[in-house]
């Protein structure tokens, strides 16, 4: 006894469409292959008068038949239906509620125990939140038999990004760690397990930095590579991480980036990685800048600072040479004195010091005190001289000669500077007198005045008299090759 509605009564009744179909299936595919589904589901709950083929189903939706058995595909690797066949085309369509509770939706290949396993368990890991679809399936399978991943392995790999990424992790992104951790050998529970705790310590650390800076937010996927480089690659140790983060308590910006530069100095020059070793370089690099501060402060730079590489070589390279900061100062403050407040001035001048052994502040201001005698003596002469200028470096080497090879005292150089004013060429004059002087024993200025007047030939008066006399004779070139070159000077024996 057949039992049925009128003819056409279905078009007004309903078609019940599950939530979790429209939660968990229905944003993932284009809007026709929804119209596919819909009109398929519609066609099961007529019963016989819903058979219809793939024409007709095209027909009623203004679609193709091509898209129509695309859509169909699509659903069937979604797991939602099956295609039986395709032609003609049949579909059955899999009760989404029966399906979740019994786990038979997407069903792994048979004669695989662990595979099977596998499957039901990480079905179990993601709950009512996602269906594992037939596609998941195989990435699953690709995971054990390509890239030879233990079961226990992949568990904790997808446990892991749960946590992160949540229940809407994607299988591409479970497939590419568990690609990324195989490349790296982590196949087994054991080296994963280790991963997961490396990765932890790197967590653990980078949020520790943040914290620091008082940065309320996770480390984020850039930081954490920057933090596991310092611990993995370079070797750091975490106290000699947080030693250099101190580095960076007066920046208003502190940050992964700034302290990677903090560090990699640290590793190219200092070659620290210890918390302790790290404290001494950065203690040590401390005084540097301090010093570099003091010496280009000396020496008047405005343009640099003491992190400048140019001040940082000088300043290494003079110590290395035995140089005191103190002296180093000390001759940036004779040139910036003198106007010549540049670095190349600075390091010709503790060349020069270098040569005479002044490398401490004590031995630099005795050299200095001898040279501001040495300006005040040659000055005696230029206002008897009647000049008023500066000594110049050949004044200078003068004085040096009459005063330490030829021994002679201020008094008997001011009394032959007076008797040089009216010669044309005073230094060359004065020093024919001092080598008279210097031959004849002559020490005290008496001793000068009673050789001067002295009638005798030869004697101080005569010579110097008679080249007065005759200077009116001679060229400049003639004074030149007449009075002894001071600097050509020896001690006669």
Not at 16 to 21: T, Y
Not at 86 to 107: H, M
Not at 256 to 265: E, M, S, V, W
Not at 427 to 439: A, F, P, V
Request: proline fraction near 3%.
């Amino acid at each position: 006894m057949p039992i049925r509605f009128q003819p056409g009564a279905s078009m007004y009744d309903v078609t019940p469409v599950e939530n979790m179909f429209i939660e968990l299936y229905m944003g993932q595919v284009p809007g026709d292959f929804v119209k596919v589904y819909l009109y398929g589901l519609m066609l099961c709950y007529r019963g016989e008068e819903g058979a219809a083929g793939l024409a007709d189903v095209a027909s009623a939706l203004d679609l193709t038949c091509e898209q129509v058995r695309a859509a169909f595909a699509c659903w069937a690797e979604k797991g939602v239906l099956r295609v039986v066949t395709t032609d003609p085309l049949e579909v059955e369509y899999f009760n989404l509620k029966n399906t979740f509770i019994t786990g038979s939706r997407a069903q792994p290949m048979k004669g695989d125990s662990e595979y099977e396993e596998l499957c039901q368990e990480l079905q179990q890991m993601f709950r009512s939140q996602r269906m594992l679809s037939h596609s998941d399936l195989l990435l699953v399978k690709d995971w054990l038999d390509t890239l030879h991943m233990e079961g226990p392995a992949v568990v904790l790999l997808v446990s892991l990004c749960l946590q992160e990424k949540g229940s809407k992790v994607s299988f591409a992104y479970l497939d590419k760690v568990m690609r990324s951790r195989a490349e790296a050998g982590d196949n087994t529970f054991e080296a994963v397990d280790g991963y997961i705790k490396r990765r932890e310590a790197v967590n653990s650390g980078a949020g520790q930095l943040l914290r620091r800076w008082n940065i309320q937010r996770a480390p984020s996927d850039d930081e954490m590579a920057l933090y596991r480089k310092w611990r993995q690659d370079w070797g750091f140790e975490e106290s000699a991480i947080q030693a250099a983060a101190g580095e960076m308590a007066g920046s208003a910006y502190p940050n992964f980036k700034y302290l990677d530069r903090i560090l990699d100095t640290l590793r190219r020059e200092d070659d620290e990685r210890s918390g302790s070793g790290v404290a001494r370089a950065l203690k040590a690099r401390s005084a540097q800048d301090d010093a570099c501060l003091a010496l280009i402060r000396a020496l008047g730079l405005r343009s640099a600072t003491p992190s400048s590489p140019a001040v940082r070589e000088l300043y290494r390279r003079r110590i290395a040479q035995n140089f005191t900061p103190e002296a180093l100062c000390a001759a940036a403050s004779t040139l910036e004195r003198k106007g010549r407040s540049t670095l190349e001035h600075l390091d010709a001048l503790l060349d020069s010091y270098l040569e005479q052994g002044l490398v401490t502040l004590g031995a630099i201001e005795a050299q200095n005190a001898r040279l501001e005698q040495e300006i005040e003596g040659v000055q005696v002469w230029l206002q008897l001289w009647g000049m008023s200028r500066a000594p110049t470096e050949n004044e200078l080497k003068a004085y040096r000669v009459f005063t330490q090879e030829w021994k002679l005292p201020a008094e008997v150089l001011e009394c032959a500077a007076r008797d040089s004013v009216s010669a044309s060429y005073p230094l060359n004059y004065m020093s024919r007198i001092l080598r008279t002087c210097k031959e004849k024993g002559i020490a005290t200025a008496q001793q000068y005045a009673a050789q001067k007047t002295a009638a005798q030939p030869g004697g101080l008066k005569d010579a110097a008299e008679r080249d007065y006399a005759n200077r009116h004779q001679y060229t400049e070139q003639d004074y030149q090759a007449m009075y002894t070159d001071i600097f050509d000077t020896k001690d006669d024996k």
